[in-house]
């Protein structure tokens, strides 16, 4: 899908989309507890679609309506027979379901397209490994079977805080008690803490013993309940970023207390704002591409932790680069850092690239109402924010797509 942008300023208020990350972590407490759930504000976003998958998959029974889901869980130890797990293209589903699925002794797949089957995995394997368990790759597919059993886990903590958060859905379910240790700098350390604060509304405790460690008692029980899902910083972002661009936009619904790690959205645009400022975004990566965005239309800045950038949707930052430098934008992408130098900006002479990337797709929107473009690949949003552009609209964004 492609869709064009025309120069303009935006204005008017506009509610903050409900959190992907809290979504997908209340909607599995719900499929792994007894009796029935309901979780509201829930955007069926493709990410969202496919942790509802793999939560039909597992066996729980699921409603879906307008804008909440309504889900009897089951017990994964509980399955009898090989399922196959369609995780789409969410490597947070994916990341999430393969010890929930080791909890049952069958073998059982996972399957997904686009970038999901290049996505890096090598913790699974190494600790099926440690452990005795069956992990396979092939074709795109992943395979494992066993019995995921309580005990001692180490992992690096400067990895996906994703293999955390699964380890944390499953273990609690296992007889004994057991640890996780992170060892080196933990990055994107407040997604781990948004999964054990969502696991203990459904009544499953897990607790930092130290810096490093956490600590997850055996043999609990998830239970059921209702609860609504906070409005995303993530997201909101690109929403709020407009104002540092002459728009007029106010975000409501955002729980000023929230424990997401974007959050800190707010103060990094300040900063952009007010100078040329070094953000470290180890501990919120999926900002990067709008604090880059932003910083090429103000006054430059460097971006630290940039590393993981590369095992996103896309290489992020070389196709930031590329993208924004179509603007004029001056750029130098290293291992671990992104300088954004300032430089003059102006209108883009080629048709804009969304390789495949909900977050590129939404920053170069942003950047589109200074200048106007046209972004090919847009339906990447559908991936987070699937209304995204009708929101825009809205707010008076003048918005041509391919169904227009």
């Given at each position: 899908?492609?869709?064009?942008?025309?120069?303009?300023?935006?204005?008017?208020?506009?509610?903050?989309?409900?959190?992907?990350?809290?979504?997908?972590?209340?909607?599995?407490?719900?499929?792994?507890?007894?009796?029935?759930?309901?979780?509201?504000?829930?955007?069926?976003?493709?990410?969202?679609?496919?942790?509802?998958?793999?939560?039909?998959?597992?066996?729980?029974?699921?409603?879906?309506?307008?804008?909440?889901?309504?889900?009897?869980?089951?017990s994964p130890s509980e399955i009898?027979?090989?399922?196959?797990?369609?995780?789409?293209?969410?490597?947070?589903?994916?990341?999430?379901?393969?010890?929930?699925?080791?909890?049952?002794?069958?073998?059982?797949?996972?399957?997904?397209?686009?970038?999901?089957?290049?996505?890096?995995?090598?913790?699974?394997?190494?600790?099926?490994?440690?452990?005795?368990?069956?992990?396979?790759?092939?074709?795109?597919?992943?395979?494992?079977?066993?019995?995921?059993?309580?005990?001692?886990?180490?992992?690096?903590?400067?990895?996906?805080?994703?293999?955390?958060?699964?380890?944390?859905?499953?273990?609690?379910?296992?007889?004994?008690?057991?640890?996780?240790?992170?060892?080196?700098?933990?990055?994107?350390?407040?997604?781990?803490?948004?999964?054990?604060?969502?696991?203990?509304?459904?009544?499953?405790?897990?607790?930092?013993?130290?810096?490093?460690?956490?600590?997850?008692?055996?043999?609990?029980?998830?239970?059921?309940?209702?609860?609504?899902?906070?409005?995303?910083?993530?997201?909101?972002?690109?929403?709020?970023?407009?104002?540092?661009?002459?728009?007029?936009?106010?975000?409501?619904?955002?729980?000023?207390?929230?424990?997401?790690?974007?959050?800190?959205?707010?103060?990094?645009?300040?900063?952009?704002?007010?100078?040329?400022?070094?953000?470290?975004?180890?501990?919120?990566?999926?900002?990067?591409?709008?604090?880059?965005?932003?910083?090429?239309?103000?006054?430059?800045?460097?971006?630290?932790?940039?590393?993981?950038?590369?095992?996103?949707e896309s290489d992020r930052g070389?196709?930031?680069?590329?993208?924004?430098?179509?603007?004029?934008?001056?750029?130098?992408?290293?291992?671990?850092?992104?300088?954004?130098?300032?430089?003059?900006?102006?209108?883009?002479?080629?048709?804009?690239?969304?390789?495949?990337?909900?977050?590129?797709?939404?920053?170069?929107?942003?950047?589109?109402t200074l200048y106007g473009g046209?972004?090919?690949?847009?339906?990447?949003?559908?991936?987070?924010?699937?209304?995204?552009?009708?929101?825009?609209?809205?707010?008076?964004?003048?918005?041509?797509?391919?169904?227009?």
């Amino acid at each position: 899908m492609k869709v064009k942008i025309e120069k303009g300023f935006l204005r008017g208020e506009i509610n903050a989309p409900p959190s992907k990350s809290m979504a997908h972590r209340l909607l599995i407490c719900a499929g792994l507890s007894e009796g029935e759930s309901i979780i509201k504000n829930v955007a069926f976003s493709e990410d969202i679609l496919a942790t509802l998958d793999c939560l039909k998959a597992m066996g729980a029974e699921t409603v879906i309506g307008e804008d909440f889901v309504k889900i009897k869980g089951i017990s994964p130890s509980e399955i009898t027979e090989s399922r196959i797990f369609p995780a789409r293209e969410s490597g947070s589903t994916l990341r999430f379901f393969i010890p929930i699925a080791l909890l049952s002794e069958c073998e059982h797949k996972f399957t997904g397209y686009g970038r999901l089957p290049e996505r890096p995995m090598e913790i699974y394997e190494r600790l099926c490994e440690e452990k005795g368990l069956h992990f396979g790759r092939s074709e795109g597919k992943i395979s494992v079977k066993g019995k995921l059993t309580a005990g001692d886990y180490t992992l690096r903590g400067d990895v996906s805080s994703q293999f955390v958060s699964g380890l944390l859905f499953a273990l609690p379910l296992c007889e004994g008690d057991s640890r996780i240790k992170l060892t080196g700098k933990t990055e994107s350390r407040s997604y781990i803490d948004m999964t054990v604060s969502a696991m203990k509304k459904f009544g499953v405790l897990s607790e930092w013993e130290d810096e490093s460690t956490l600590y997850i008692k055996g043999s609990q029980k998830y239970l059921g309940g209702d609860y609504s899902v906070e409005g995303d910083c993530s997201n909101s972002a690109f929403l709020d970023a407009f104002n540092y661009l002459g728009s007029e936009v106010t975000v409501k619904g955002l729980n000023e207390s929230t424990i997401q790690g974007d959050r800190v959205y707010k103060e990094y645009f300040k900063r952009l704002y007010e100078g040329t400022p070094v953000l470290d975004v180890s501990d919120c990566p999926d900002l990067a591409p709008i604090l880059m965005t932003l910083a090429c239309a103000l006054n430059g800045a460097t971006l630290t932790g940039t590393a993981r950038l590369k095992i996103k949707e896309s290489d992020r930052g070389t196709v930031m680069k590329e993208e924004l430098s179509e603007f004029g934008a001056d750029i130098e992408v290293k291992e671990n850092e992104i300088i954004i130098n300032s430089s003059p900006l102006h209108k883009s002479n080629r048709l804009l690239r969304g390789h495949n990337d909900h977050r590129v797709v939404m920053s170069l929107s942003v950047i589109a109402t200074l200048y106007g473009g046209e972004i090919e690949g847009a339906e990447a949003v559908r991936k987070s924010y699937p209304d995204f552009f009708a929101r825009l609209s809205e707010l008076g964004a003048v918005v041509y797509t391919d169904d227009d």
